[in-house]
Nanobody, 118 residues
Framework: VQLQASGGGLVQAGGSLRLSCVAS????????MGWFRQAPGTEREFVAT????????SYAGSVKGRFTIFRDNAENTVYLQMASLKPEDTAVYYC????????????WGQGTLVTVSS
């Protein structure tokens, strides 16, 4: 399984950004896809997840209502649409995948940096 994340950049507070994660290497219908982030000096934290089959989603409280995770089956791509960005959203964002009902996130992309200026 390979995950290729992209779309990070510099944006002003209040702005929007869309991250992409292209997944390859197998069929993902039995997988859950996730976005995580890690700010300098902090632990990696959960942002959002989506079940590839069915599209059920979940969000961290800090991003709920501002971020949207969705997928494009034809493109094997998972997106994270981020709106109303805040400086505290600044972090390296990682996409990840795990088989449904697994505890561990087994596959990780390389990370893409999002910087939100005040």
């Amino acid at each position: 399984v390979q995950l290729q994340a992209s779309g990070g950049g510099l944006v002003q507070a209040g702005g929007s950004l869309r991250l992409s994660c292209v997944a390859s290497g197998r069929a993902f219908s039995a997988y859950e896809m996730g976005w995580f982030r890690q700010a300098p000096g902090t632990e990696r934290e959960f942002v959002a997840t989506i079940l590839w089959s069915g599209g059920s989603t979940s969000y961290a409280g800090s991003v709920k209502g501002r971020f949207t995770i969705f997928r494009d089956n034809a493109e094997n791509t998972v997106y994270l649409q981020m709106a109303s960005l805040k400086p505290e959203d600044t972090a390296v964002y990682y996409c990840a995948a795990r088989r449904v009902l697994n505890y561990d996130w087994n596959y990780w992309g390389q990370g893409t940096l999002v910087t939100v200026s005040s």
